[in-house]
Protein backbone atom coordinates (compact mmCIF):
# COMPACT_ATOMS: atom_id res chain seq x y z
CA UNK A 1 0.00 0.00 0.00
CA UNK A 2 1.30 3.37 -0.83
CA UNK A 3 1.13 6.74 1.00
CA UNK A 4 -2.57 8.40 0.59
CA UNK A 5 -2.65 12.42 0.10
CA UNK A 6 -5.16 13.68 1.87
CA UNK A 7 -6.88 17.13 2.75
CA UNK A 8 -8.94 18.27 5.17
CA UNK A 9 -11.13 21.08 4.19
CA UNK A 10 -14.47 23.33 5.84
CA UNK A 11 -17.55 24.93 4.18
CA UNK A 12 -20.33 26.07 5.40
CA UNK A 13 -22.76 23.27 6.62
CA UNK A 14 -26.11 22.64 4.58
CA UNK A 15 -28.24 20.44 2.67
CA UNK A 16 -25.96 17.91 0.60
CA UNK A 17 -23.13 20.04 1.55
CA UNK A 18 -20.32 17.01 1.80
CA UNK A 19 -21.40 15.87 -1.99
CA UNK A 20 -21.56 19.14 -3.30
CA UNK A 21 -17.42 19.87 -1.66
CA UNK A 22 -16.52 16.34 -2.98
CA UNK A 23 -17.62 17.47 -6.24
CA UNK A 24 -15.77 21.06 -6.23
CA UNK A 25 -12.85 19.43 -4.71
CA UNK A 26 -12.64 16.92 -7.94
CA UNK A 27 -13.43 19.48 -10.36
CA UNK A 28 -10.63 21.43 -9.32
CA UNK A 29 -8.33 18.98 -9.04
CA UNK A 30 -9.09 16.58 -11.48
CA UNK A 31 -8.64 13.63 -9.50
CA UNK A 32 -11.17 10.94 -8.10
CA UNK A 33 -11.97 12.21 -4.26
CA UNK A 34 -13.40 10.34 -1.11
CA UNK A 35 -14.75 11.74 1.68
CA UNK A 36 -13.69 9.74 4.91
CA UNK A 37 -14.74 11.64 7.91
CA UNK A 38 -16.71 14.75 8.94
CA UNK A 39 -17.52 17.00 11.76
CA UNK A 40 -19.64 19.42 12.11
CA UNK A 41 -19.32 22.51 14.41
CA UNK A 42 -20.82 25.81 14.47
CA UNK A 43 -22.39 25.58 11.56
CA UNK A 44 -20.02 24.21 9.31
CA UNK A 45 -18.82 20.74 8.40
CA UNK A 46 -14.95 19.00 7.75
CA UNK A 47 -14.36 17.19 6.05
CA UNK A 48 -11.16 15.14 5.74
CA UNK A 49 -10.78 13.63 2.06
CA UNK A 50 -8.68 11.59 0.38
CA UNK A 51 -7.21 12.51 -3.06
CA UNK A 52 -6.86 9.86 -6.03
CA UNK A 53 -6.14 6.12 -4.57
CA UNK A 54 -3.14 4.20 -4.54
CA UNK A 55 -3.18 3.62 -8.50
CA UNK A 56 -2.64 7.00 -9.06
CA UNK A 57 0.62 9.18 -8.71
CA UNK A 58 -0.90 12.25 -7.28
CA UNK A 59 0.82 15.64 -6.63
CA UNK A 60 1.83 16.73 -3.37
CA UNK A 61 -0.96 17.39 -1.19
CA UNK A 62 -0.01 21.13 -0.50
CA UNK A 63 -0.08 22.17 -4.76
CA UNK A 64 -3.61 20.22 -4.80
CA UNK A 65 -4.61 22.72 -1.89
CA UNK A 66 -3.47 25.81 -3.82
CA UNK A 67 -5.88 24.33 -6.85
CA UNK A 68 -8.90 24.53 -4.65
CA UNK A 69 -7.98 27.37 -2.89
CA UNK A 70 -8.21 28.94 -6.37
CA UNK A 71 -11.07 27.75 -7.89
CA UNK A 72 -13.51 27.00 -5.22
CA UNK A 73 -14.91 29.82 -3.50
CA UNK A 74 -16.97 28.26 -0.21
CA UNK A 75 -14.23 25.56 0.18
CA UNK A 76 -11.35 26.78 2.92
CA UNK A 77 -8.57 24.19 2.75
CA UNK A 78 -7.11 23.93 6.09
CA UNK A 79 -4.68 21.30 6.12
CA UNK A 80 -2.58 19.06 3.43
CA UNK A 81 -0.59 16.05 3.87
CA UNK A 82 0.58 12.93 2.90
CA UNK A 83 -0.98 9.69 5.11
CA UNK A 84 1.70 6.31 5.38
CA UNK A 85 -0.18 3.20 5.67
CA UNK A 86 -0.07 2.44 9.57
CA UNK A 87 -0.42 -1.06 11.23
CA UNK A 88 -4.16 -2.12 12.21
CA UNK A 89 -5.57 -0.34 14.70
CA UNK A 90 -6.36 -2.75 17.86
CA UNK A 91 -10.27 -3.46 18.25
CA UNK A 92 -11.78 -0.37 20.54
CA UNK A 93 -14.72 -1.61 22.57
CA UNK A 94 -17.82 0.75 21.70
CA UNK A 95 -19.67 2.07 24.74
CA UNK A 96 -22.81 2.84 22.74
CA UNK A 97 -24.48 0.92 20.05
CA UNK A 98 -27.75 1.69 18.66
CA UNK A 99 -29.57 -0.40 16.36
CA UNK A 100 -30.94 1.49 13.77
CA UNK A 101 -35.15 1.36 13.41
CA UNK A 102 -35.67 0.65 16.90
CA UNK A 103 -35.02 4.16 18.72
CA UNK A 104 -34.44 7.63 17.59
CA UNK A 105 -31.47 8.42 16.69
CA UNK A 106 -29.45 11.48 18.19
CA UNK A 107 -28.81 13.47 15.50
CA UNK A 108 -25.08 12.91 15.21
CA UNK A 109 -26.22 9.28 14.56
CA UNK A 110 -28.79 10.19 11.86
CA UNK A 111 -26.41 11.98 10.16
CA UNK A 112 -23.36 9.28 10.33
CA UNK A 113 -26.26 6.98 8.78
CA UNK A 114 -27.83 9.03 6.05
CA UNK A 115 -24.42 10.16 4.39
CA UNK A 116 -22.71 6.78 5.28
CA UNK A 117 -19.55 8.61 6.95
CA UNK A 118 -18.02 8.79 10.40
CA UNK A 119 -19.33 11.66 11.79
CA UNK A 120 -17.85 13.99 14.94
CA UNK A 121 -19.95 16.74 16.54
CA UNK A 122 -18.64 19.15 18.97
CA UNK A 123 -21.68 19.67 21.53
CA UNK A 124 -21.24 22.79 23.60
CA UNK A 125 -24.29 21.92 26.45
CA UNK A 126 -21.89 19.42 27.54
CA UNK A 127 -18.20 20.42 26.31
CA UNK A 128 -17.67 17.29 24.31
CA UNK A 129 -17.05 15.66 21.33
CA UNK A 130 -19.57 13.02 20.09
CA UNK A 131 -18.76 10.16 17.25
CA UNK A 132 -20.90 8.66 15.44
CA UNK A 133 -19.87 5.02 13.01
CA UNK A 134 -22.11 3.63 10.87
CA UNK A 135 -21.64 -0.52 10.41
CA UNK A 136 -23.71 -3.23 9.66
CA UNK A 137 -24.24 -6.12 11.93
CA UNK A 138 -26.09 -9.27 11.08
CA UNK A 139 -27.62 -7.53 8.17
CA UNK A 140 -28.53 -4.55 9.97
CA UNK A 141 -27.53 -1.64 10.26
CA UNK A 142 -26.09 0.02 13.69
CA UNK A 143 -24.19 3.19 14.71
CA UNK A 144 -21.80 2.79 17.16
CA UNK A 145 -21.44 5.54 19.41
CA UNK A 146 -18.31 7.13 21.73
CA UNK A 147 -18.01 11.03 23.16
CA UNK A 148 -15.03 12.49 24.53
CA UNK A 149 -14.80 15.82 26.87
CA UNK A 150 -12.62 18.41 25.88
CA UNK A 151 -12.33 20.72 22.65
CA UNK A 152 -9.02 19.73 21.74
CA UNK A 153 -9.66 15.77 22.11
CA UNK A 154 -10.82 15.31 18.81
CA UNK A 155 -11.45 11.86 17.04
CA UNK A 156 -9.20 10.90 14.47
CA UNK A 157 -10.01 8.25 11.35
CA UNK A 158 -7.66 6.00 13.74
CA UNK A 159 -10.15 6.44 16.09
CA UNK A 160 -12.71 5.44 13.92
CA UNK A 161 -10.85 2.39 12.42
CA UNK A 162 -10.49 1.35 16.19
CA UNK A 163 -14.22 1.46 16.66
CA UNK A 164 -15.03 0.12 13.59
CA UNK A 165 -12.76 -3.10 14.37
CA UNK A 166 -14.62 -3.47 17.59
CA UNK A 167 -17.92 -3.06 16.17
CA UNK A 168 -16.93 -6.28 13.64
CA UNK A 169 -15.65 -8.60 15.97
Request: proline share 8%; aromatic share 4%; glycine share 8%.
Amino acid sequence: MTAKSMLRIATPDAAHAMDIACSDVESAVGLPVRAEFQEIESGNLIIELQLGDETIDTPHPSRLASAINGAVANIEVLSSWTESPSPDPHPRRCPDVLGVGYEPLPPVAQRALDDNLPTAKWDRSDSSWHLAVPSVCGGKAIVGMSSRGGYSHRFTTHDVAALRCGLAS
